[in-house]
C-alpha cells in the first residue's frame, strides 16, 4: 500500500512537469508576444522621418535652382509629418536603390512616384494610394511624322516600327517594355537622361507615366522647343509611398495623416498647387 502510494506521488510529480512543460511551449500560442514595429519606434523616437527620393520626376519630385528637393508628393510627405508633429530629412537617391533601402531599415519610407505592383508588394508595403497614372510612350512630332505614326495600339507596336525606346531602371515601365520589346529597349539611370536621349535623336521615343510626361509636353511647349506628342496611352498603377513591412504601425499613422488631408480637401489643394 505504501508502495503504491509512493509510486503515485512520483507519477503525479512526472504529470506535473510534463503540464508544465506543456504549458511553456503553448504559451506563446496563448499568450503570443506583441511584435513591435521598429521603424515607428526610431522614428517616434527621433522625431524625424528618413525619406529617401531620386528628385528627377517634376512634378512629384525634383530640385529648384536652389538645389532643395521639391514637389507635389514632397509636399505630401511634409504635410503629414507636420500632422504627426515630426520632420522629414530628405535623401537624394537612386530609383533602384530605394526599395533595398526601405527592406534594410537604412530609410523609414521611399518617396518616389512608386506605382503599387505585385511584384513590389511582395517584398514592400504601401500607403493608400494619392493618385492613379496613366502611362504613355512620347515622341517628338517630327519624328512620328517622319515614321507615320500618329498612334500604338499596344507597347509591342515599338518593336513592329523597329523603334528604340527609353525608360528608367528599376521602373514598371522597364518590366513591361523587357517582356514585351526587349530588343528595343534602352534603359537610363534618370528619365530625364531619356528625355535627354530622346530630344538629340540618340532613340524615338520614351515609356514614362503622367504626370510627368505632361510637365515634360507642357515644358517643351513654354520653352518653344519641338512639340513632344503622346503615341501611346494606357491605365496605369495607383502611386503611393513605400515602408518596410514590419512597419505596420508607421504605416497606419502615414494613412491616418493622409486620410485626413484627402477629407479636408488639402491634397486636392495641392493637385492645384503641382497640376497634377
Known amino acids: 500500500m505504501v508502495a503504491t502510494k509512493y509510486y503515485m506521488a512520483i507519477a503525479l510529480v512526472i504529470v506535473a512537469l510534463?503540464?508544465?512543460s506543456a504549458g511553456l511551449v503553448a504559451r506563446p500560442i496563448l499568450y503570443p508576444v506583441v511584435k513591435q514595429d521598429p521603424v515607428w519606434a526610431r522614428v517616434s523616437s527621433t522625431g524625424t522621418i528618413i525619406v529617401g527620393t531620386e528628385p528627377g520626376w517634376p512634378p512629384y519630385e525634383y530640385t529648384d535652382a536652389q538645389g532643395n528637393i521639391i514637389g507635389f508628393e514632397v509636399d505630401?510627405?511634409?504635410?503629414?509629418?507636420?500632422?504627426?508633429?515630426?520632420t522629414v530629412e530628405w535623401r537624394d537617391m537612386g530609383f533602384d536603390a530605394i526599395i533595398p533601402s526601405v527592406q534594410?531599415?537604412?530609410?523609414?519610407?521611399?518617396?518616389s512616384g512608386f506605382s503599387i505592383d505585385s511584384e513590389r508588394l511582395a517584398v514592400v508595403d504601401f500607403t493608400m494610394p494619392h493618385s492613379i497614372t496613366e502611362g504613355q510612350v512620347i515622341m517628338l512630332q517630327?519624328?512620328?511624322?517622319?515614321?507615320g505614326i500618329t498612334k500604338?495600339?499596344?507597347l509591342a507596336n515599338i518593336s513592329d516600327y523597329g523603334?528604340?525606346?527609353?525608360?528608367?531602371?528599376?521602373?514598371?515601365?522597364e518590366t513591361e517594355l523587357n517582356s514585351l520589346a526587349a530588343n528595343s529597349v534602352r534603359t537610363y539611370t534618370d528619365y530625364l537622361l531619356a528625355l535627354q536621349a530622346m530630344k538629340s535623336g540618340?532613340?524615338?521615343?520614351?515609356?514614362?507615366?503622367?504626370?510627368?510626361?505632361?510637365?515634360?509636353?507642357?515644358?517643351?511647349?513654354?520653352?518653344g522647343e519641338e512639340p513632344i506628342v503622346i503615341v501611346f496611352t494606357r491605365p496605369y498603377y495607383p502611386c503611393a509611398f513605400v515602408?518596410?513591412?514590419?512597419?505596420?504601425?508607421?504605416?497606419?499613422?502615414?494613412?491616418?495623416?493622409?486620410?485626413?488631408?484627402?477629407?479636408?480637401?488639402?491634397?486636392?489643394?495641392?493637385?492645384?498647387?503641382?497640376?497634377?
Do not use: H
Request: proline letters at 1%; a negative charge; glycine letters at 8%.
Open 76 to 86: 505630401i510627405t511634409n504635410r503629414i509629418a507636420q500632422r504627426l508633429g515630426l
Open 142 to 147: 517630327s519624328r512620328a511624322n517622319a515614321l
Open 163 to 173: 523603334l528604340t525606346c527609353g525608360t528608367q531602371t528599376g521602373t514598371t515601365e
Open 243 to 276: 515602408v518596410s513591412k514590419d512597419a505596420f504601425t508607421f504605416l497606419a499613422k502615414v494613412d491616418g495623416a493622409l486620410a485626413e488631408m484627402i477629407a479636408s480637401g488639402e491634397l486636392d489643394q495641392l493637385r492645384q498647387k503641382w497640376k497634377t
Open 104 to 111: 534594410a531599415g537604412d530609410i523609414d519610407m521611399g518617396v
Open 18 to 20: 510534463i503540464a508544465f
Open 152 to 154: 500604338l495600339t499596344s
Open 202 to 223: 540618340m532613340i524615338d521615343c520614351v515609356y514614362a507615366e503622367t504626370p510627368i510626361t505632361s510637365n515634360w509636353i507642357l515644358d517643351a511647349s513654354q520653352k
